[in-house]
């Protein structure tokens, strides 16, 4: 993540409870609640390996960083404590991790260990439950016996030495994955960890076709990519590895101009179902015209309300039916820029110390607790209402607060009367009726107390 000038001016204004800028390698820890490069490369490190599974490295050392350490910790027979030190940077750096080579894992094994060995079969499309669950029963078993059949194991279900090296080969790209005819896979495969202008190309590709639906075309190949190349690969009958090998490509690239011969005929309304029409709503969904949570693939009456708010927007007749002019408007418009929660907080950390205003809503008059949240979500794009009982009623319930959701308070009357946008580290920023602009703990008894909830909005 790039760190922007107000982000630095947050870093010296809150930096007990944020921000340390460490050199990774040297002996400096990196941990929970850190922002900088270094949690970057970290974070593209871990992927590399197969532990951090979200989408895009980000900078934040938030607890899906600090969980794929840990688990990459427990691999290599380290203390999992969440924390890179020199130790488990040395070990990161210094090649593969050798999950577990003297364990073996079976029916009735539980744990962190079993939670990796589930987080790098489902990565390799093998262990398809949808959550990680930790437990290693009949379908984490059986997802090992098709790994073990696809490399010429002993197929028992059972994760011992053997499993475990390969799958770890497998994982980082030391043994290629056999082909349906029996060769090793193309040079030219793309997988997990791949880069570069033919990434690039097959998210272009999957993007045209409805797969890829992440809004931007990064030429990383990640999760969001794999996933796609899965479900191509499911739909057409190949074997289902989430690698863009040889035969997949050409699939693709066959499925992309069959697409293309057919575009000019599009014309989509309701009724109409199907692959573009969940690549129309997802569209409108980047530009938030688009409001239902699912994007179900059915074009119904408020498909056709989304595509109505479009049409309106860029100035074409608004009939609610997506034709060839309307569909080469939407899918040509970029999303706005996406939110993003650092800058939120950094613009907040410049407020402090402004004084608590009854009504106030701008930084030269003061700001009521409402009117800081106001003021601030909308220098990001977002409008919320005036009052915190109406901003709590239109948010979205989050079961813990992550950077830049908002929690809620019941102070001097029933129900949500006062709120604040979390910082991260049990903390959060709030403008208080007896303190102006500050910080304050989540575990302050005063607040815990009086601890609602947190809600998203964006």
């Avoid at 999950?99 to 260990?113: F, P, V």
């Avoid at 079993?114 to 398809?128: A, D, M, P, R």
């Avoid at 949240?373 to 005036?386: A, D, E, N, T």
């Avoid at 949500?416 to 008894?445: E, R």
Wanted: with cysteine.
């Amino acid at each position: 993540m790039k760190v922007t000038p107000k982000q630095v001016v947050m870093s010296s204004a809150v930096a007990s409870a944020l921000f340390v800028f460490p050199m990774i390698g040297e002996a400096v820890e990196l941990k929970r609640g850190m922002s900088n490069q270094q949690v970057k490369e970290l974070q593209d490190l871990l992927k590399e390996k197969g532990f951090f599974t979200y989408h895009t490295a980000t900078g934040y050392f938030g607890s899906i960083t600090e969980k794929a350490v840990k688990d990459f910790q427990i691999s290599v027979n380290l203390t999992p404590t969440g924390i890179v030190d020199d130790t488990t940077y040395q070990k990161l750096k210094g090649g593969a991790a050798s999950i577990l080579s003297n364990n073996i894992l079976k029916i009735g094994s539980t744990g962190d260990s079993v939670k990796v060995l589930q987080q790098n079969l489902k990565t390799l499309g093998y262990f398809t439950y949808p959550e990680i669950t930790g437990y290693y029963g009949t379908i984490t078993a059986e997802a090992v016996k098709k790994f073990q059949q696809k490399y010429g194991l002993t197929v028992d279900g059972i994760a011992g030495p053997k499993t475990m090296n390969k799958l770890q080969e497998v994982m980082t790209g030391n043994n290629p994955l056999p082909t349906a005819t029996g060769g090793n896979e193309s040079p030219s495969a793309l997988k997990l960890g791949a880069t570069g202008p033919e990434v690039s190309r097959l998210q272009s590709d999957l993007k045209a076709l409805g797969y890829f639906t992440y809004p931007t075309i990064t030429g990383y190949y990640g999760t969001i990519t794999s996933d796609a190349v899965r479900k191509f690969q499911y739909q057409h009958g190949l074997t289902v590895t989430g690698i863009a090998d040889s035969h997949t490509l050409s699939k693709i690239r066959e499925a992309v101009g069959k697409h293309k011969a057919t575009q000019s005929n599009i014309y989509l309304t309701i009724g109409s179902t199907g692959e573009q029409v969940k690549q129309v709503q997802t569209k409108l969904k980047q530009l938030g015209y688009f409001t239902y949570p699912e994007i179900t693939g059915y074009y119904g009456s408020i498909t056709a309300e989304a595509v109505k708010q479009f049409q309106k927007s860029v100035r074409l007749q608004q009939t609610g039916t997506v034709d060839q002019q309307t569909y080469e408007q939407l899918m040509g418009k970029q999303p706005a820029t996406a939110f993003d929660p650092m800058n939120l907080i950094a613009d907040a950390a410049e407020l402090l110390g402004t004084p608590y205003v009854w009504g106030g809503e701008t930084p030269k008059t003061g700001f009521d607790c409402s009117g800081f949240l106001v003021y601030l979500f909308k220098k990001q794009g977002i409008s919320l209402p005036r009052t915190v009982a109406s901003i709590w009623s239109v948010g979205t319930s989050v079961k813990a607060p992550s950077v830049g959701d908002i929690v809620f308070f019941e102070t001097y009357q029933p129900g949500a009367s006062h709120a604040g946008i979390y910082i991260g580290n049990n903390q959060f920023i709030h403008s208080g009726s007896s303190t102006g602009v500050t910080i304050s703990k989540l575990d302050n008894p005063y607040w815990s107390q009086r601890y609602l909830g947190a809600k998203r909005y964006y």
